[in-house]
T-cell receptor, first 113, second 111 residues
Framework: NAGVTQTPKFQVLKTGQSMTLQCAQD?????MSWYRQDPGMGLRLIHY???????DQGEVPNGYNVSRSTTEDFPLRLLSAAPSQTSVYFC????????????FGPGTRLTVL | GEDVEQSLFLSVREGDSSVINCTYT??????LYWYKQEPGAGLQLLTY?????DMKQDQRLTVLLNKKDKHLSLRIADTQTGDSAIYFC???????????FGKGTRLSVIA
């Protein structure tokens, strides 16, 4: 199993540009989520999905869109990048249920100039 | 306010024990987790404890849970330089809800 994969590893954008961060998992997990990690802020949940076709907002959803058309993929879209979105982004997945060990991807480091 | 709280930094000497503390606020939490993040990497599950347990030991790791005070701790015995990382506490509440993470404690091990 490849586990949770994220692409790209690094990205530099200019303010106003759009892009999609890719996330895929091959463990047949129902649950997928996106976090951003900023110094001193820990992990903050952006969006999550409990299954294909179902998404919900987390703590900091503004400026980001998601969709879940398949079990495997959960892309995160930045429609108009802003410097405040400079961060490290992590995707995670798990089975649903009370014990749901989350598996994390290696992260995407995004810089918005 | 912050749901899960941890101190941000801890520094220990190699060979000493490290104790990382965490407090949470939701009494319905079912599982509590400790994740480890090494530099430049994602988080990996280190250990977990179910809410009806008081203690869990796994080699050098000991997790203590005080449900009355909503306090969780992670003790690392004989701390090594390879233990230098950020440690996140996380709680799983009832139902199909996301994990709630603390801000992480950066552990520095001095040789």
């Amino acid at each position: 199993n490849a586990g949770v994969t994220q692409t790209p590893k690094f990205q530099v954008l200019k303010t106003g540009q759009s892009m999609t961060l890719q996330c895929a998992q091959d463990m047949n997990h129902e649950y997928m989520s996106w976090y951003r990690q900023d110094p001193g802020m820990g992990l903050r949940l952006i969006h999550y999905s409990v299954g294909a076709g179902i998404t919900d907002q987390g703590e900091v959803p503004n400026g980001y869109n998601v969709s879940r058309s398949t079990t495997e993929d959960f892309p995160l879209r930045l429609l108009s990048a802003a410097p405040s979105q400079t961060s490290v982004y992590f995707c995670a997945s798990s089975f649903s249920g009370e014990y749901n060990e989350q598996f994390f991807g290696p992260g995407t480091r995004l810089t918005v100039l | 306010g912050e749901d899960v709280e941890q101190s941000l930094f801890l520094s220990v000497r190699e060979g000493d024990s490290s104790v990382i503390n965490c407090t949470y606020t939701d009494s319905s939490s079912t599982y509590l987790y400790w994740y480890k993040q090494e530099p430049g990497a994602g988080l990996q599950l280190l250990t977990y404890i179910f809410s009806n347990m008081d203690m869990k030991q796994d080699q050098r790791l000991t997790v203590l849970l005080n449900k009355k005070d909503k306090h969780l701790s992670l003790r690392i015995a004989d701390t090594q330089t390879g233990d230098s990382a950020i440690y996140f506490c996380a709680e799983k509440r009832e139902g199909n809800t996301p994990l709630v993470f603390g801000k992480g404690t950066r552990l520095s091990v001095i040789a």
